[in-house]
């Protein structure tokens, strides 16, 4: 209930203001499983969303631009990924006890904490959302996009500061950033396949990561489309505020070891 929920609710707002559904379904899925498993289930619902909508707006993408940014994208998504699964095979630095719950500290914990922490700063940064770079730097910005997007699955606020200045149309801008979203997510689900997904794929299984990956999947598909119906474009940033402190929260708690 709490990840179909969180994926209705996140993939409607994402129509409403700068969060990805990424950014806040991954926390969700994080309370449940490890860290590197929830950054790769909410990969899952991440691509199933785009390729939702790469049907709606896929065939306006400028192919051009898509090239530029999507193909470095692509290479340092699995860059990320891989590096993300090492870090996910590093003994914990340390343990303790907090009220009666064992906690355990260790590196993909933290990195994934700052991550959050990170990019929580930067959506509740109001000036970011002016924030632009010159269009010769797309190839630069795929790379840094795909990289974050396969460590910790935070991509779409950088990929929107490197497009946002292409020059281009509303619907051609919308139809590039889905196309370029679901070759970054395909790229890093091809190393997340074959590293821990493979080798914990049993355990998985059987604490129904498959069926909450399905579920959390059409919710998010129910979010979008209500949300659709609701407003087209509205900025909420009361709500980009709660959220982006509640980001930062969990993140302590990432990083502490209590989650």
Known sequence: MIICTMALVVSGLTLFSGFGLGTLLMPAFALF???EVAIAATAIVHLANNIFKLGL?????????VVRFALPAAIMAMTGALLLSYFATIEPITQYTLAGRDCTVTVVKLVIAVMIMGFAFIELNPNFEKL???????????ALSGFFGGLSGHQGALRTAFLIRAGLEKDVFIGTMVVSAVVVDLSRLVIYGATFFSRDFAVLKTQG???LVIAGSLAAFAGAFIGSRLLKKITMRTIQILVGVMLLVLAVAIGIGII
């Open 57 to 65: 707006v896929g065939r306006k993408a400028n192919l051009g631009i």
């Open 209 to 211: 990561v498959i069926e």
């Open 132 to 142: 632009a770079f010159n269009t010769k730097f797309i190839p630069l910005g795929g």
């Open 33 to 35: 499983f490890p860290v």
